[in-house]
């Protein structure tokens, strides 16, 4: 099983979630590489990937393969940037992870519908790749919309959601009391609470809870 780390936004934490995801797992015996496919605002040593890179260990050039500097969408950064994103040469990147290890997490960029080409979304990846879904939301007021309209879109591509993680708890929003029930209400799908933490590593009852999340 491989899965697509997405978003309900930008800034949500799928690279938080999927550092603990790829710590939990490999917790549990499995070999468990991370892929970020594309990484946009990069000036020098792309962000996410050095975290994932230390997750697992991978050189960093085998978990991004492709960057453009400005913090853009894929598609949008090649317009201004003038060139292309090559599918092919990502998905073969994908590919070789998928010949070395168990579980390949590729974290999207932004959300779902974020656009590599001008007619193809992490959706469209998700598809061809054969990726499960991962949906990452914010805990705060926002979230019922936002996850409401990934999950569907998600549904509605054809795509299986392994499940939804809510992220970054801190108690202080009011709408964080009821959003994982008015979610769980409209998509039948019960999300994952994480709290927010000081620093980076979740501790062993989050790692264990987002592990079971993806079945393993
Ligand atoms: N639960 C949490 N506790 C503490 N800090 C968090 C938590 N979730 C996310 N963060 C922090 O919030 C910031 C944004 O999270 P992150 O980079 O994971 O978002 P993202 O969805 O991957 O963004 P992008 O769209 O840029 O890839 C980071 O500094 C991250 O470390
Ligand atoms: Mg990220």
Redesign the pocket.
């Known amino acids: 099983m491989h899965l697509l780390v997405t978003?309900t936004d930008?800034?949500?934490?799928?690279?938080?979630i999927t550092y603990n995801l790829a710590f939990a797992l490999k917790r549990k015996g499995v070999r468990v590489a991370c892929y970020k496919p594309v990484e946009t605002g990069v000036e020098e040593l792309p962000q996410?990937g050095v975290l994932l890179s230390k997750a697992t260990g991978q050189p960093l050039h085998e978990v991004v393969p492709l960057t453009f500097k400005l913090p853009l969408a894929p598609y949008s950064a090649t317009l201004e940037e003038g060139s292309e994103v090559n599918l092919e040469f990502l998905k073969n990147g994908f590919y070789e992870l998928v010949q070395r290890y168990d579980v390949v997490l590729v974290?999207g960029?932004?959300g779902l519908s974020v656009p590599l080409l001008k007619d193809y979304d992490y959706s469209d990846l998700a598809k061809d790749w054969g990726l499960e879904l991962l949906i990452?939301a914010r805990a705060t007021l926002g979230t019922i919309n936002h996850t409401y309209l990934t999950y569907t879109y998600a549904v509605s591509k054809g795509l299986k959601v392994k499940g939804v993680v809510m992220?970054?708890f801190k108690g202080e929003d009011i709408s964080e009391r009821t959003n994982p029930k008015v979610v769980y209400e409209r998509t039948g799908v019960e999300p994952l609470k994480?709290?927010?933490?000081q620093g980076?590593e979740l501790e062993g009852k989050y790692l264990d809870k987002l592990s079971s999340l993806v079945g393993l």
């Open positions: 978003g930008t800034g949500v934490g799928k690279t938080f996410d974290e960029a932004g990452v992220n970054g994480i709290p927010y933490i980076m």
